[in-house]
Each structure stands twice: as C-alpha cells, then as structure tokens.
Nanobody, 124 residues
Framework: QVQLVESGGGLVQAGGSLRLSCAASGRPVSNYAMGWFRQAPGKEREYVAAINWSGSNTYYADSVKGRFTISRDDAKNTVYLQMSTLKPEDTAVYYC?????????????????WGKGTLVTVSS
C-alpha cells in the first residue's frame, strides 16, 4: 500500500510560481513512474506531467510544456511539480499518482495510487 500526500498549493497571482510536493509513504516509489494530474471546477481530471522511474525522462501536456517541470528525489520519496508563469486556467486541484501499468503516461487508468490533491488558485 502506498500513501501519497500533496502539498504546496495556494493562491498566487497570474505570472507567479508555485512548487507542489508529493510525499510518498508505505513503500519506496523509486521503481515507479509518477504523474501529476489536475481537475478544474466542472471539468474532468486531466494529465499534466509524468516522470519515469529513473527521472531520466519527463513528459508534459501541451498546455504546461515550457512552464512546468516535474522532478523526483527518491532519497526523500518525493515528487515535485515546479509551476511557473501560472495562468488563471491553471486553477485546479492537483493530484499526484503512482503509475502501476506499463501503458502510456497520460491516461489516468494506468495509475494505481492517488493522493487527495492540493488546490491551486491563480488570480488574474
């Protein structure tokens, strides 16, 4: 069993930055790919970014490419999402997830453990 806890969300002005953290417990996540997803009010959950098990490869949704950076620190069993040049449309609850399936990185059904999320609000 793995528990994932997100933190770092909050209110920020457009153009600002935030760093989200996802702390894992219960088992080391160093052998697993990890991902970030988000869900805006009234919308479906959408893929944001993912990182492979070694950290050598990262993947991003087009909407955040060049603005967000995913990283991992396996010594701390933690994954991060550095968000820059934030826009009001980035407002959402952000979730981290552990990938259990060998399928693609952008489909939520390939992830088996999820955190409860952290709210990011970007004001204009």
């Amino acid at each position: 069993q793995v528990q994932l806890v997100e933190s770092g969300g909050g209110l920020v002005q457009a153009g600002g930055s935030l760093r989200l953290s996802c702390a894992a417990s219960g088992r080391p996540v160093s052998n697993y790919a990890m991902g970030w997803f988000r869900q805006a009010p009234g919308k479906e959950r959408e893929y944001v970014a993912a990182i492979n098990w070694s950290g050598s490869n990262t993947y991003y949704a087009d909407s955040v490419k060049g603005r967000f950076t995913i990283s991992r620190d396996d010594a701390k069993n933690t994954v991060y999402l550095q968000m820059s040049t934030l826009k009001p449309e980035d407002t959402a609850v952000y979730y981290c997830a552990l990938k259990l399936s060998s399928g693609n990185y952008y489909s939520a059904h390939n992830y088996g453990y999820w955190g409860k999320g952290t709210l990011v609000t970007v004001s204009s």
